[in-house]
């Protein structure tokens, strides 16, 4: 049985009215910006206590630009032991402006226990912010640590006085969760242990799981997921995690690509483009946090999400190129590339999806090295139909995730044509246009709204995150070096706007 390290816990979140002077923390956590003189000034601070904070900061060479920090003794009648000044920038603070400073600042107290948030927080949207942002900065992956990794922030407190922290402690450890899940390295996470950690997180939820083991996809032709896992002597799975708070609640369907390991399979991937493909289940942990995230926060959206979990090994049984497979509903596929496996098990998920008449689809995959060249490793690929496309850019907007739409072309449906099957699963040799060409592969399993062949197709939209699913970089904002997180918080509030409309 796989090694069940502890996950990573968020700090604890909450909110404080009383003045910021008394609230004892090691770190008390300011804004800064620069003043027309040429100098500092603190955003939203006018306690006398601080006064001779911008001259110290001055001396220190802190500008306030934006995420710039600068740490401090705490001055005499201040409760915190010292402060912790972070730039804003010019501009009036956007609650993702908030967002990336408070996980800047986190990120620049790792061994405080106890940090205290002054950032200007007028509204409860930007108190959420702050608190989001400080978890998801405070995080660390210490499972696999055996040396000594020193304490980790325990608790968060954000002066204010416009809500809780319920709301921002549920989608932080939704983050968290994701980034636990792709930093688990793939000797302990495989299909089935995936299944076992989705099973973990869900205890006490109102949720609803049901799994197809080998033999039960099989039988019910679920062929895309069964050939992609057939290399591996650890069997694919399927997983369905459905929140139902109502029957007549408007549905939204997730599905996530959960590569738990890619090798290319006998497609096989050079030895250094190995390295890093335990991240190719991102989509898959990104669709169960959201939905674990909804039925914590309680929405009235039913939300299912469908976990297309498999390991893409070489071996004797392994799938070949020119193997046929059929996915579920009956369509058959020529597999001319097993390293384009990822959309394979996504036409198996769609497609069941599809069976249920969601009002929506969305699926989450780190699909296509195309779509980290064309986009760089920030912005996610957004394709699909164009309503629905236009409220995942809403709910990104509002969220401060970061998408980017492209098209799908009506001409690049032919590159897929197959002379044995109804379509390929790649078009070898051509680089071209890499991340739309998988986009219109999956658009092929999208279902219909209705019996009639002629019945529009079920509003349906791709996130192709093989960019920011992984920051291979240095850390900013709220994103450490790793695996980011990044969708959820889109995912949870597109679902909040289903139920709003």
């Keep these: 049985m796989a090694r069940m390290p502890s996950a990573a816990s968020s700090p604890a979140l909450t909110v404080s009215s009383a003045p910021i002077t008394t609230i004892d923390a090691d770190a008390l956590v300011i804004g800064t910006r620069p003043s027309s003189d040429g100098n500092v000034d603190l955003v939203g601070l006018d306690d006398p206590a601080f006064a001779g904070v911008p001259e110290t900061l001055r001396r220190l060479g802190h500008t306030g630009a934006v995420d710039e920090t600068a740490r401090i003794p705490a001055p005499d009648g201040i409760a915190a032991t010292s402060v912790l000044a972070i730039g804003l ?21 790792p061994t405080a226990s106890r940090i205290a948030y002054a950032l200007p927080a007028p509204s409860a949207a930007e108190t959420r912010a702050v608190l989001e942002g400080a978890a998801m900065g405070a995080y660390r992956y210490t499972a696999y640590r055996t040396g000594e990794v020193g304490p980790a922030t325990s608790e968060i407190v954000a002066a204010s006085s416009h809500e809780d922290a319920g709301a921002a402690a549920v989608i932080a450890d939704a983050v968290v969760l994701v980034r636990d899940l792709v930093n688990t390295p793939p000797n302990d996470l495989y299909p089935a242990s995936f299944v076992a950690r989705a099973r973990t997180a869900a ?22 997921i069964l050939g992609v896992g057939q290399g591996s002597s650890r069997p694919p799975r399927l997983l369905a995690v459905r929140y139902r708070p109502s029957d007549d609640a408007p549905h939204l369907a997730l599905v996530g690509k959960g590569i738990t390991f890619d090798s290319g399979g006998l497609s096989l991937k050079p030895a250094a483009a190995m390295v890093g493909m335990k991240y190719d289940m991102t989509g898959a942990a990104t669709t169960l946090a959201a939905v674990i995230a909804a039925a914590r926060l309680g929405l009235p959206t039913r939300v299912t999400a469908w976990l297309c979990l498999a390991e893409n090994l070489p071996s004797s049984t392994a799938m070949r190129p020119n193997d046929v497979l059929t996915i579920r509903g009956g369509t058959t596929v020529e597999v001319l590339n097993t390293d384009a496996e990822g959309r394979l098990v996504m036409a198996d998920g769609l497609a069941a999806a599809s069976e249920e008449r969601p009002d929506a689809i ?16 920030r912005y996610a690929g957004l394709m699909g139909d164009d309503a629905l496309v236009e409220e995942v850019r809403a709910a990104a907007a509002d969220s401060g995730e970061l998408v980017w739409p492209m098209p799908l072309p009506a001409e690049l449906r032919p590159l897929l044509k197959s002379d044995v099957a109804d379509i390929a699963n790649a078009k070898p040799g051509s680089t071209a246009a890499g991340m739309l060409l998988a986009g219109v592969f999956l658009r092929e399993f999208v279902g219909r709204t209705g019996d009639e062949p002629d019945a529009p197709r079920i509003p349906w939209a791709h ?39």
């Design 89 to 109: 920038g010019r501009a009036e603070p956007s609650a993702e402006t908030l967002r990336s400073a408070a996980g800047t600042a986190a990120r620049a107290l």
């Design 463 to 501: 996130l192709d995150i093989a960019g920011p699913a992984n920051n291979p970089g240095s850390p900013y904002g709220y994103t450490p070096k790793g695996p980011s997180g990044v969708m959820v918080r889109l995912l949870v509030r597109l679902a909040e706007r289903l139920a709003a409309k």
């Design 362 to 377: 969305v699926d989450v995959a780190t699909l296509t090295g195309a779509a980290r060249v064309a986009l760089g490793e």
């Design 203 to 224: 205890e006490g939820l109102p949720l609803e799981l049901e799994e197809w083991d080998a033999e039960a996809l099989a039988a019910g032709g679920f062929g895309g």
